[in-house]
């Protein structure tokens, strides 16, 4: 493909995703496809002649479509939100084509410069402590990694390398194995899987902590546990809190937590994956009151700021904290401004050396929309949300099963976890909507998340009617089955 054909099949390819994206409405949200749908579809092997654009572009609506899950469907209220706009694959498509390997500041300078200042935007707008900003000549900073997974584990690794390192120069005696060994990180027991992978990968124990009746840590259940595991002669180096836990949303107290951290030498990771996003509109700020306490603070732009994936901004107050855990030197990366204090190498700060130029899709889209567009964006989500908790609300036979306090809302049939388990499985399988679920504490809870950029009040109207009519349905056969026991 030269120049030529790229610029006209380029517009047949935004054409095709601005279609797509257009009219996602009317396809199904969830594929009819079984397991191993796609291998008959496809040659046994690659072909030993180039095929025309024609025919591969043919195949997109006969073999990928098919198979996929529509998550920017206004029918999509599954997981969290994925986001997606045209100014973020704009952005990505330059990314693309620029096709830079950022992993230092010689290795391509506008791509490590413009993200160091994005992520300064980013902070500001969030009204982040001054201490995690880069600044002209600021000791923190910001980098935007692939997955909050990265950021939690990035995390994890610098307050082990950092703990090791405090504990040999209090008890010299003690090897680096014997050290390890003792280590304990701390999360709570509504923290998303990938804290205990991080844990699992750093190889170190971690343990649960307990949540209150809001599914929420507070501080006497951390001092607890950890008073526990002093007297048992382990060394606590790590905790994660999350703000917005993903099975409903809860927010642990960092007021509390914080200064617990701060004075036992704990290093406090803060997860805010999705809500992060919004605490750019003032009237959610508060719920990152404690900030201060952290030692590094994540969220994914990614979920609900309209950038596309990949986009995890990730700050520490202490840059040498990451940089002192990563830092490898071999010459062939080395370059002659590294030692200058205005160049960042982000190589030591992320597991994969190389790195696209991913702040493109923050720059564009922070531009394109406004501070004011994107505090819009979240406003309305979170609109739609509480329209869909008093339509629950309404109905005599559910419940919710959590606070709403941002785009998510935990319901369920008033009854047995059977009876909620028949029901997202009758959801599911008509394939109006899509959902998942999660279990608070004994219970089986639907999640209903606001998801989809173009999602608007009919949608939210037209699923809670589905999803009443089919436990309309539901309850008279489950009545009758029951009565015949």
Request: charged share 25%; net charge neutral; with cysteine.
């Amino acid at each position: 493909m030269d120049a030529a054909e790229f610029r006209k099949r380029g517009k047949e390819m935004v054409d095709y995703v601005a279609d797509y994206l257009e009219k996602i409405e009317k396809r199904q949200v969830f594929p009819d496809v079984e397991p191993g749908y796609l291998r008959p579809l496809i040659a046994d092997c690659a072909p030993q002649d180039p095929e025309s654009f024609e025919d591969v572009f043919k195949d997109i609506e006969k073999i990928i479509m098919p198979g996929v899950t529509h998550w920017h469907s206004p029918y999509f209220f599954a997981y969290f939100p994925a986001a997606s706009s045209f100014p973020a694959l704009l952005a990505d498509m330059l990314c693309g084509g620029i096709g830079c390997v950022g992993f230092s500041w010689a290795a391509s300078p506008a791509c490590t410069e413009l993200e160091t200042v994005m992520l300064d935007w980013l902070g500001k707008m969030i009204n982040l402590p001054q201490e995690f900003l880069a600044g002209k000549d600021g000791q923190g900073g910001g980098v935007i990694q692939g997955s909050a997974s990265e950021a939690t584990l990035i995390s994890l690794l610098a307050a082990r390398t950092k703990t090791i390192k405090r504990v040999q120069s209090e008890k010299p005696e003690l090897t680096e194995a014997e050290i390890m060994a003792r280590l304990v990180a701390y999360a709570s027991d509504q923290a998303h899987s990938s804290v205990e992978r991080a844990a699992l990968i750093g190889a170190v124990k971690i343990k649960n902590v307990p949540s209150d009746d809001t599914f929420s840590v507070c501080g006497s259940a951390l001092k607890k546990v950890l008073d526990e595991d002093r007297a048992a002669g382990l060394i606590p180096f790590f905790f994660c809190a999350t703000l917005g836990t993903t099975p409903c949303c809860s927010f642990d107290k960092l007021l509390e937590l914080g200064p617990i951290c701060n004075k036992e030498n704990i290093w406090m990771h803060i997860d805010a994956a999705y809500a992060g996003s919004a605490f750019i509109c003032p009237e959610f700020r508060h719920l990152l009151n404690g900030v201060e306490f952290a030692d590094s603070f994540n969220f994914n732009p990614h979920k609900w700021l309209l950038v596309n994936f990949d986009c995890s901004a990730m700050w520490v107050k202490k840059r040498s904290d990451l940089i002192g855990a990563f830092k490898l030197e071999p010459l062939y990366l080395q370059h002659h401004h590294q030692e200058s204090g205005l160049v960042t190498d982000y190589r030591h700060w992320q597991i994969p050396l190389g790195r696209r130029f991913r702040s493109l899709k923050l720059w564009f889209v922070l531009r394109l929309y406004g501070v004011k567009g994107l505090q819009e964006h979240i406003r309305k989500h979170v609109r739609l949300s509480h329209q869909f908790e008093h339509l629950v609300l309404q109905d005599k036979r559910f419940e919710i099963c959590a606070e709403v306090v941002l785009g998510l809302v935990c319901f369920r049939l008033k009854g047995s976890n059977e009876l909620n388990e028949v029901l997202l499985k009758s959801i599911n399988e008509a394939k109006k909507i899509h959902l998942v679920p999660c279990h608070l504490r004994d219970k089986f809870v639907l999640r209903f998340a606001i998801c989809s950029r173009t999602v608007e009040s009919t949608h939210i109207n037209f699923a809670w009617q589905h999803i009443s009519q089919l436990a309309t349905d539901l309850l008279k056969t489950w009545e009758q089955n029951h009565h015949q026991q």
